[in-house]
Nanobody, 120 residues
């Protein structure tokens, strides 16, 4: 499985960005796709995930009501719409694949990351 993330950039606080993650390869084994982020000097943390089949989504408390994860199976793409961005959302964002559960150690393939910078 290969993942290619894009869409990061510089935005002012209160602004919006949409991240995309194109998935290729053995996607039939996919349970869910997730977004994680890692701020400088901090550990990588869960942001959101979406089931590859079905409608289930999951969000970190810090982004509920501001971020929306969605997918387009025909395009093998997962999106992360980020609204009302805050400076604390600044991080490198990674998309990742899991064939089973949602714990970070269960994600087996990772994209290269895309940088989101939110200025105050």
């Amino acid at each position: 499985v290969q993942l290619q993330a894009s869409g990061g950039g510089l935005v002012r606080a209160g602004g919006s960005l949409r991240l995309s993650c194109v998935v290729s390869g053995r996607t039939f084994s996919t349970y869910a796709l997730g977004w994680f982020r890692q701020a400088p000097g901090k550990e990588r943390r869960f942001v959101a995930a979406i089931a590859w089949g079905g409608v289930n989504t999951w969000y970190a408390d810090s982004v509920k009501g501001r971020f929306t994860i969605s997918r387009d199976n025909a395009k093998n793409t997962v999106y992360l719409q980020m609204n009302n961005l805050k400076p604390e959302d600044t991080a490198v964002y990674y998309c990742a694949h899991t064939p089973s559960g949602l714990e970070i150690h269960e994600y087996d393939y990772w994209g290269q990351g895309t940088l989101v910078t939110v200025s105050s």
